[in-house]
């Protein structure tokens, strides 16, 4: 059988499987950079919708943030059984989160009809190359500010990840605004200090 050159690549694997739900663990490393880069811009009561096994919320609370922790199945952490698209009610007005990434500019449609006021999630690192974005961009919600992460999050824990990734920080007066701006940040080394400050 010929071979294609995703499976030369390695990306059409029959180990690389989508997992129920697109659940993948967000390593802690990306949330404590988030931090690092945020600092007192990060508010201090958050909702994180898709909170899995509680992987970012965890770390946000380690930091002093007050955090809902709620996700459409039940992981054992949070509150499970709770549609985030279904919700008519905003349970915090900050949002930080790594939402399922076939469904994430519907997440972000949703927060904006919930007056949501600041949103953080992590996405691929060309997720606004995409033509579907534009109109988004320019109707909904702009990026107020793009992180470059420097190295690739593992979320399998295989050792080998391929995916490139940011963070996308979305705030009320960036709404349409069509500028951000954009830093790199590096991995936080072990035993890093981190801000405290809320």
């Not at 802690?28 to 909702?47: K, Y």
Request: aromatic share 10%; hydrophobic share 35%; glycine share 8%.
């Amino acid at each position: 059988m010929p071979r294609t050159i995703a499976d030369i690549l390695g990306c059409a694997s029959p180990t690389n499987t989508r997992e129920s739900d697109d659940f993948y663990a967000t390593p802690c490393e990306c949330t404590e950079a988030l931090i690092a880069a945020e600092g007192d811009r990060l508010p201090p009561q958050i909702w994180e919708p898709c909170c899995g096994t509680g992987d970012i919320s965890i770390v946000l609370q380690r930091y002093g943030r007050d955090v809902v922790s709620t996700d459409l199945t039940d992981r054992g952490y949070g509150q499970g059984g709770l549609d985030f698209l279904l919700q008519r009610t905003p349970l915090a007005r900050a949002i930080v989160t790594n939402p399922p990434f076939s469904r994430s500019e519907a997440f972000l449609r949703h927060a904006a009809e919930l007056g949501i006021e600041y949103v953080a999630f992590l996405h691929k690192a060309y997720w606004l190359n995409a033509a579907e974005r534009g109109s988004m961009v320019e109707t909904v919600w702009c990026p107020a500010r793009c992180y470059l992460l420097q190295w690739r999050p593992d979320f399998k824990n295989q050792g080998s990840p391929t995916m490139d990734c940011n963070w996308y920080i979305f705030t009320r007066g960036s709404m349409k605004a069509r500028s951000w701006t954009s830093s790199v940040l590096w991995r936080p080394t072990s035993g890093q200090q981190l801000p405290l400050a809320l």
